[in-house]
């Protein structure tokens, strides 16, 4: 299966700023996702990013928020953008895999924390 | 996507089978069932899937009845690092073309195991 790496693997940022948090897959996919978790609850699906074209976002997630990149079949970057305190989760990048279990890999997330 | 409906949370003592139900009643005849489990801090990791034969790897076994509405992923002999949180998804498999997966995971609560020595 995809080894995907993420970075940063958590930050803490100033309210009003922005982080862009990066997703590097050690092979070539062809959809990749962005996940929210905020504390204690479960994952919530941002947006589907495929190369070359817009990303798709779900509803209450807009683009001027949440930003995506998707340069190539290996990369993608998520902005979290005006950041306030209720930006504070987990982000999470996951890659459809190419197998016999049609599964999907997960990165291991940013933690971000706005103050 | 069906929706399903998880425990919130179960124990389990440690050597012994670890049975985590789900309910997906609403479920197509075109909808695979997923588990999925995620350690604290770590992201979600894959357990197993399925359609509507039994299935059994290195980590799990699922039982999904007859009638499909529900499934049960079985971890023979619990350890301390079992416990996590358990998501059970169902999605359709996608254009299975190739081997590559399309579509998206939706998730639920999910049920907390926790596994005692």
């Known amino acids: 299966s995809a080894v995907i790496s993420q970075k940063p693997s958590r930050d803490i940022c100033q309210r009003g700023t922005s982080l862009t948090i990066q997703c590097q897959v050690d092979?070539?996919?062809?959809?990749m996702f962005w996940y929210r978790q905020q504390p204690g609850q479960s994952l919530t699906l941002i947006a589907t990013?495929?190369?070359?074209?817009?990303?798709?976002?779900e509803s209450g997630f807009v683009i001027d928020k949440f930003p995506i990149s998707r340069p190539n079949l290996t990369f993608s970057t998520l902005t979290v953008s005006n950041m306030s305190p209720e930006d504070s989760s987990i982000y999470l990048c996951?890659?459809?895999?190419?197998?016999?279990?049609?599964?999907?890999?997960f990165g291991s997330g940013t933690r971000l924390t706005v103050v | 996507d069906a929706k399903t409906t998880q425990p919130p949370s179960m124990d389990c003592a440690e050597g012994r089978a670890a049975n985590l139900p789900c309910n997906h009643s609403?479920?197509?005849?075109?909808?695979?069932v997923y588990w999925y489990r995620q350690i604290h801090s770590q992201g979600p990791q894959y357990i197993i899937h399925?359609?509507?034969n039994n299935e059994t790897n290195e980590m799990a076994s699922l039982i999904i009845t007859e009638d499909r509405k529900s499934s049960t992923l079985i971890l023979p002999h619990a350890t301390l690092r079992d416990t996590a949180v358990y998501y059970c998804?169902?999605?359709?498999?996608?254009?299975?073309?190739?081997?590559?997966?399309?579509?998206?995971?939706?998730f639920g609560q999910g049920t907390i195991l926790t596994v005692h020595p």
């Open positions: 996951s890659v459809s895999v190419t197998g016999r279990y049609y599964g999907y890999t």
């Open positions: 092979s070539q996919v062809t959809m």
């Open positions: 990013a495929n190369q070359g074209s817009e990303a798709t976002y």
């Open positions: 609403t479920i197509s005849g075109n909808e695979y």
């Open positions: 399925g359609l509507k």
């Open positions: 998804i169902v999605r359709v498999a996608g254009d299975n073309a190739g081997g590559t997966s399309y579509g998206k995971l939706t």
